[in-house]
């Protein structure tokens, strides 16, 4: 299901520990790492994508997640040609996504990569937030920035957020110069 500008409607899961590092998993086979993403289907809506997405692909039910916020709109990355198959040339130019942000309330344990028949990670860590963009697939690098940055005062919403980063406790690393905003330099 594409709109009418060719970009297929999906979902993006960052999940957040209690110490707000970041689930970040190995694409199968591949040595490539990314947060858990897919399509939605027709009629969904994008909160149950992201619940079935999420069990599909790291085998968390609702039950083992909280949700701090998700982004206000769609987030864009066009994949490159070479990339699109055949058949959806001329018509596919991409994606456009609503990122989720969910506290993980389980356990580690709770995690289950084989939760589905056609697994997407074969490996998983937990990362600091501020995810290292060069790790990312060029093309989907300034979604991943984008959606990072409008995330990150989810994390600190709450009030017992507030305190711990008052007391110490849920700081998150400095936020890198990649970061900011293309053209614009960090301050020296």
Known sequence: MLDRDGYRPNVAIVIVNQRNQVFWGKRIREHSWQFPQGGINPGETPEKAMYRELREEVGLAAEHVRILGRTRDWLRYEVPQHWIKREWRGSYRGQKQIWYLL??????????????????????????????????????????????????????AHSRARRARQYGGLSLPAMPDSYAEPGVRPAE
């Open 103 to 156: 506290r993980l309330t389980g356990r580690d344990t709770d995690m289950n990569l084989r939760a589905s028949e056609k697994p997407e990670f074969d490996a998983w860590r937990w990362n600091d937030y501020w995810v290292p963009l060069d790790a990312v697939i060029e093309f989907k690098r300034e979604v991943y920035r984008q959606a990072l940055l409008e995330l990150e005062r989810f994390l600190h």
